[in-house]
């Protein structure tokens, strides 16, 4: 039986014999509703987790990148900069992408690379070398899986762009692939590094929110600058065969790492809702002449989950519409409030402010922000160890402001020292998955789901969230 027959009969199940509360006062009517259970595969014998996988040190980190589109010169670019890293190969479809971003390595002084392109399998050529170290996936979100699994297979660690799943069955194909190979399978999800995310987090582990009840992010990001740019129009072609949230993980990341989402909680259940797809079906008449009316994802969806601990999460998508681009970054915690878009602000109790990063703290207020230069304050003193290396490099390079260079330096740097990656293949699985578990929530009338433990029960091993350093 497929996912999505299971998931239909054990709807079907969890529906029957429901009784509606019909009375507010009735203190026995205690309903639950049942969420819809997606099948969970049994880890293969033999195999084991990959929860704070090590790999042997790398003195050199030698890279092949497959997709230069839009987005992947950009990381090359990135790693000309970052010590103790060889690019080796340069694999794209269009022979003219790979030509261009060798020129970025000509300009930096650098060996030009092999070049691979002509096909959408020719990346197997990348992966077949044996002097390549690490496989980074920037292509169409279809083809992230199977390039990572093949370089998985072909004893390379894989980084991919986000999502790095677009279902469920990737999802586990690639965490069976990790475990069995043990090797790193990291999503390259950069916002979990942007400087406000990062020094609210180190403030969060400090303990200055108090107990973090709730957490909400998004993707909201007109793009209609860039419909036209996707090759073969994969992503409107993608948002028009699907439903759930297909882009979640910039919002999604950063609230999942402030509740050390399996790493001593978990995701539990999820709703989602849509609103109707209305420019979504005028972009497929713009660019494919076709009418539209098939289009399947609707322009704002809202997932919202509940953790094991009894956390909330809000996750929102809109990609279509004209709004202020905002990755929504909230937090609420029985001490404090943190706040990215529109305006980066923080709320505290007052006692939660260390008198020596601000003086006259007995003036702040729990119901209104901090005045900004408190908030400076605040963020200087708490500035996550990372952005205190390599912030100002970080900002140099670019990408993003800084935060992309951050991503690709602490990958190498965890690969250089043979430390546990900053993400994992299960981080990945959890941040991919609200894709395809919202469109079932959706086309069941918004019903709860589960959540797989993609761990399958190592979800509670390691406390807490942590960056790993050289001791
Ligand atoms: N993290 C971020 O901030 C961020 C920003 C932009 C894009 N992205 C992600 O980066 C990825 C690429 O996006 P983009 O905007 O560059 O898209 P794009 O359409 O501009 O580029 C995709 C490239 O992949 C190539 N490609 C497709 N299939 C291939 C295959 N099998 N082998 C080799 N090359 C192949 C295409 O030829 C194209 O050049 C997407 O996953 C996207 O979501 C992430």
Redo the contacts with the bound molecule.
């Keep these: 039986m497929n996912v999505k027959n299971l998931c239909l009969a054990v709807v079907g199940f969890a529906l029957i014999g429901l009784t509606a509360c019909t009375s507010k006062n009735d203190k026995t009517c205690q309903n639950e509703v049942k969420p819809i259970e997606v099948a969970v595969p049994e880890r293969p014998a033999g195999q084991q987790d990959v929860i704070q996988l090590t790999t042997p040190k790398l003195d050199t980190v030698r890279v092949g990148f ?7 010169p950009g990381a090359v670019q990135r790693w000309t900069h970052i010590p103790g890293t060889k690019i080796v190969a340069l ?4 022979p003219d ?1 790979v030509a261009k971003a060798n020129e970025i390595l000509v300009k930096a002084g650098l060996p030009k690379a092999a070049e691979y392109s002509g ?5 197997k050529e990348l992966c077949d070398r044996d002097d390549i170290d690490i496989v980074y996936i ?4 279809i ?2 899986a199977p ?1 990572a699994i093949y370089a998985m297979e072909k004893g390379k660690h894989a980084a991919i ?3 790095a799943a677009t279902s469920l069955q990737e999802c586990w194909d690639l965490i069976n692939t990790s475990e069995r190979t043990r090797k790193h399978c990291m999503m ?4 979990v590094y942007d400087f406000f995310e990062l020094t609210t987090l180190n403030m969060a582990q400090k303990g200055l929110f108090g107990d973090i009840l709730h957490v909400e992010g998004s993707y909201i990001h007109n793009l209609s600058d ?1 419909w036209g ?4 129009n ?2 409107l072609d993608f948002n028009r065969k699907h439903k759930g949230d297909v ?1 979640a993980t ?1 919002g999604f990341g950063p609230a999942c790492q402030l509740l050390n989402i399996h790493r001593g909680d978990r995701l539990k259940t999820l709703v989602a809702m849509e609103s109707i797809p209305a420019t979504g079906p005028e972009l497929v008449k713009k660019y494919s002449n076709e009418d539209g009316s098939d289009f399947k994802n609707g322009d704002h969806t809202m997932t919202i989950m509940r953790t094991e601990k009894g956390k909330t999460i809000l996750i929102e998508h809109d990609v279509m519409n004209p709004r202020p681009y905002s990755r929504m970054y909230q937090l609420t915690g029985t001490k404090g409030f943190a706040n990215k878009y529109p305006v980066e602000q923080y709320c505290f109790m007052p006692e939660q402010v260390d008198e020596k990063v601000v003086p006259n703290h007995e003036n702040l207020s729990a119901h209104s922000a901090v005045p900004v230069a408190v908030k400076d304050a605040m963020m200087q003193e708490y500035k996550h160890p990372i952005h205190q290396e390599i912030e100002e490099i970080a900002k140099q390079v670019g990408g ?1 402001g800084g935060m ?1 260079y951050v991503m690709d330096y602490r990958l190498v740097y965890c690969l250089r020292n043979g430390l546990p990656l900053d993400m994992d293949v299960y981080d990945l699985a959890e941040w991919s998955c609200v894709g395809e578990l919202g469109a079932i929530s959706i086309e069941n009338g918004s019903a709860p789901v589960a959540v797989p433990d993609f761990t399958r029960g190592a979800w509670n091993k390691v406390d807490g969230y942590h960056h790993q350093f050289v001791k």
Excluded: K, Q
């Design positions: 497959v997709g230069l589109g839009m987005r992947g694999c794209d479809v269009e992408r096909s959408t399998e020719v990346y920037a292509t169409d979100w083809h992230h390039i762009e986000v999502p390259l999800e950069n916002c860039f740019d996707y090759w073969n994969w992503r882009y910039h993003h992309d």
